[in-house]
């Protein structure tokens, strides 16, 4: 089992900036494919981006493609989501998420059986 914190929240004018980061703790990090998802009021929760275990594979939804990166650290247990040119339409609360059987990263959030708390991300026009 893993345990999942993201941080790195907050409020920011829209063409900002910021990095969510998930730090992970209990079994081997490497083990895990790790992905982004967020989820606005009244609407489902939605594919971000996912990274392999090795950080070779990517994927990121077509509506942050270009402008969120995603990264892990594995020597620090630690996924980002480093997000620029935000506008008010990203304005969620963002999800870390976790799985180890997967072979293949996944886009489909019932894929994962871990997941943080969220941290909420507020982008004002």
């Known amino acids: 089992q893993v345990q999942l914190v993201e941080s790195g929240g907050g409020l920011v004018q829209a063409g900002g900036s910021l990095r969510l980061s998930c730090a992970a703790s209990?079994?081997?990090?490497?083990?895990?494919?790790m992905g982004w998802f967020r989820q606005a009021p009244g609407k489902e929760r939605e594919f971000v981006a996912v990274?392999?275990?090795?950080?070779?594979?990517?994927a990121y939804a077509d509506s942050v493609k270009g402008r969120f990166t995603i990264s892990r650290d594995n020597a620090k247990n630690t996924v980002y989501l480093q997000m620029n040119s935000l506008k008010p339409e990203d304005t969620a609360v963002y999800y870390c998420?976790?799985?180890?059987?997967?072979?293949?990263?996944?886009?489909?959030?019932?894929?994962?059986?871990?997941w943080g708390p969220g941290t909420q991300v507020t982008v004002s026009s």
């Open positions: 990274i392999g275990r090795s950080s070779a594979n990517t």
């Open positions: 998420a976790a799985d180890a059987t997967m072979r293949e990263t996944s886009t489909t959030p019932s894929e994962y059986n871990y």
């Open positions: 209990g079994r081997t990090f490497t083990w895990y494919v």
